[in-house]
């Protein structure tokens, strides 16, 4: 056989994680700020060896922004190459139900925007789609 081995992808998984606004109207949308990447970006990470998809995400977004969150409509996966290595990260739309945000290395920002401020900010193309994804499926 000739030519490179296909590699097994990096497994993920992540929300796009939204709450009531604060001035009742309309929805707010959770980005974390990587400081290794100076990027921001919903709540994601990979998955730990035997941890379904649905727990990676839960778990991520609470070590992430500190909420507790419920899953609600699949969005679409993510796939995409990290140093050569193809990625594939599952995505939910999630409804924040409390928490506190703690900075620590990894998300040293969280930031609670309307959709547009969101989708501006968000340095990912990738990300922005998701973000129209959740908002066109979720029903607030």
Do not use: N
Not at 11 to 21: E, M, N, S
Not at 57 to 84: D, K, N, S
């Amino acid at each position: 056989m000739t030519g490179t081995p296909l590699q097994d992808p990096i497994r993920a998984a992540g929300c796009v994680l939204w709450r009531p606004a604060v001035s009742g109207h309309g929805i707010e949308i959770a980005l974390v700020h990587r400081p290794k990447y100076d990027d921001w970006s919903h709540p994601k990470g990979k998955r730990k060896r035997g941890e379904t998809a649905e727990a990676c995400a839960l778990r991520e977004v609470l070590e992430e922004t500190g909420q507790r969150c419920a899953l609600g409509p699949p969005l679409p996966t993510a796939r995409y190459q990290v140093a050569g290595r193809p990625k594939e990260v599952v995505y939910w739309a999630a409804q924040a139900l409390g928490g506190a945000f703690a900075a620590s290395d990894e998300v040293d920002r969280l930031a609670w925007l309307a959709p547009g401020e969101a989708r501006a900010l968000l340095t990912q193309p990738r990300d922005r789609e998701l973000l129209d994804a959740a908002v066109a499926t979720s029903r607030h």
